[in-house]
């Protein structure tokens, strides 16, 4: 069996599509899923109870992404155990390419490689992406796919999930690089932020993320990825690129001066981007 711990905060609009892809499907019982809601005001636990038994649909009160995954862990008893947004999609397929890839034990943790949908998304997010997708970062699915696996081994690193900001960075980093492993043939498709403003919004609170877990956990640091300056330098060499690079940049030191001011201030509210919870009209794509 493969558990499944999907943390969900008001998404009704967007849940079905993610629960979809594991039910009724013919790995459907191989496939344990566990909702977690918390803090919703809308109908997202009536949405996800439609699935039938195959989705186990618990509600709490407290609205946080860490607690609700620790709820789910507290429910899920079997491994390997899948840790994915509620927002994306990936196939059943790719859950049990996840798993198998486990199972040889030589990696405690893997992830799909993200695809980013951008449909309704502006031209500068566009421009955005298409040097993003360029970078190294763009290569590491713990913090950039919405989903992450463990194997039990890779699940004892730590114990329950604080409270931080950035749950994917925070485990991503109980692991060397060679315990960790994104998945190039194993997508799951992510819908980013449509517009700037939102996207400097969603990168704000990525490095508030990024602060905090230095802060409070430096000795995870020693298993930091590649950082994307050396390519960046490089990339400017091509003048062909130099507007994109340009949206690349104005949007992050904009987002990380953000996330610098208002990490100071206590009980920030970091907002989500809605924009991308959206449904497009049929037949829409990137």
């Known amino acids: 069996m493969i558990s499944i711990v999907v943390p969900a905060h ?3 609009s967007v849940i079905a599509r993610t629960l979809s892809q594991w039910v009724s499907t013919p790995a ?20 996800a109870r439609c699935f039938g038994s195959t989705v186990h649909v618990i509600e709490t009160d ?11 862990d507290q429910i899920s008893a ?16 790719a859950i049990r ?7 040889q034990g030589d990696v405690l943790a893997v992830a799909p490689t993200a695809d980013i949908n951008l449909a309704g998304c502006s031209l ?27 194997s039990e081994a890779g ?11 950035a749950d994917d960075i925070y485990v991503r980093l109980h ?49 930091r990825s590649e950082t994307n300056d050396r390519t960046l330098m490089q990339l400017f060499r091509d003048f062909r690129l130099w507007p994109g690079l340009l949206i690349y940049c104005y949007v992050n030191i904009l987002a990380r001066f953000r996330a610098v001011i208002l990490s100071g201030v206590k009980g920030a509210v970091w907002q989500r981007d809605d924009t991308s919870r959206r449904t497009l009209p049929a037949g829409s794509h990137s």
């Open 10 to 12: 008001n998404e009704s």
């Open 28 to 47: 459907s019982d191989e496939i344990g899923v566990v909702v977690v809601c918390n803090g919703c005001t809308d109908d997202t636990a009536n949405v």
């Open 62 to 72: 407290i609205a946080g992404k860490t607690d609700a995954l620790n709820v789910g």
């Open 78 to 93: 079997a491994f390997p155990r899948i840790y994915a947004d509620a927002d994306i999609v990936i196939t059943a397929d």
């Open 97 to 103: 390419a996840l798993a198998k890839r486990l199972e």
């Open 124 to 150: 500068l997010v566009r421009k955005y992406y298409a040097i993003r997708l360029l970078l190294p970062s763009s290569r590491e699915g713990i913090g950039g796919s919405g989903v992450y696996a463990l």
């Open 155 to 165: 699940r004892r690193r730590f114990g329950q999930f604080p409270d931080v900001i």
């Open 175 to 223: 692991f060397k690089a060679e315990e960790r492993e994104t998945l190039t043939s194993v997508k799951a498709m992510v819908f980013p932020a449509r517009t700037i403003p939102k996207l400097i919004s969603v990168r704000s609170r990525a490095y508030a993320g990024i602060f905090e877990i230095a802060r409070r956990f430096p000795d995870l640091s020693v298993n």
